[in-house]
T-cell receptor
Framework: AQKVTQAQTEISVVEKEDVTLDCVYETRDTTYYLFWYKQPPSGELVFLIRRNSFDEQNEISGRYSWNFQKSTSSFNFTITASQVVDSAVYFCALSERGNAGNMLTFGGGTRLMVKP | KAGVTQTPRYLIKTRGQQVTLSCSPISGHRSVSWYQQTPGQGLQFLFEYFSETQRNKGNFPGRFSGRQFSNSRSEMNVSTLELGDSALYLC???????????FGQGTRLTVV
């Protein structure tokens, strides 16, 4: 069965620090998809990135970057020069191709607090 | 393009009652999924509908049910409410399978 683990439940940093959020996943499927979502206090989950299991290239989008390593089953997320607006709960999620459709398995989330 | 719309945003119900939540997906999206979020269990998948058919179902009791209409709008129903059903219920819409899901702001249900 699929599983996603986010070992860091809460991280606190000071503005402008870099921070990395860890995500480790388990799956028996050879084709799968990994996602990161941000949940601000309003409650809505905001999509950040989708990565398929055949694409191990790292990705950078502005201050955000993602490191996907199949060898360690990890999909870590780094925020460079953090800002107060980055404060939110971040979720890593997994979707297996073997499922009939769209079904996300989420990690427990990491609450990031960025202090001014 | 309008986002995913969930109504109502907040609900207070009494134990034993039933409740219906509504979700309007992004225009053109045919897949609608529902998730329950609680502090103890985190985000858990309830079910997914695609073209009016349930395609996936999570590990929830039969009190939780859903349906999807021909315009892709979806409803979920919880019967015989229990205190433990208090949660944020999130709806997500996707174009096709394995693509990114876009979430609504959720319905916060409180059972008293």
């Amino acid at each position: 069965a699929q599983k996603v683990t986010q070992a860091q439940t809460e991280i606190s940093v000071v503005e402008k620090e870099d921070v990395t959020l860890d995500c480790v996943y388990e799956t028996r499927d050879t084709t799968y998809y990994l996602f990161w979502y941000k949940q601000p206090p309003s409650g809505e989950l905001v999509f950040l990135i989708r990565r398929n299991s055949f694409d191990e290239q790292n990705e950078i989008s502005g201050r955000y970057s993602w490191n996907f390593q199949k060898s360690t089953s990890s999909f870590n997320f780094t925020i460079t020069a953090s800002q107060v607006v980055d404060s939110a709960v971040y979720f890593c999620a997994l979707s297996e191709r073997g499922n009939a459709g769209n079904m996300l398995t989420f990690g427990g989330g990491t609450r990031l607090m960025v202090k001014p | 393009k309008a986002g995913v719309t969930q109504t109502p945003r907040y609900l207070i119900k009494t134990r034993g009652q039933q409740v219906t939540l509504s979700c309007s997906p992004i225009s053109g999206h045919r897949s609608v999924s529902w998730y329950q979020q609680t502090p103890g269990q985190g985000l858990q998948f309830l079910f997914e509908y695609f073209s009016e058919t349930q395609r996936n179902k999570g590990n929830f009791p039969g009190r939780f049910s859903g349906r999807q209409f021909s315009n892709s709008r979806s409803e979920m129903n919880v019967s015989t409410l229990e205190l433990g059903d208090s949660a944020l219920y999130l709806c997500a819409s996707s174009e096709v399978r394995d693509t990114e899901a876009f979430f609504g702001q959720g319905t916060r249900l409180t059972v008293v």
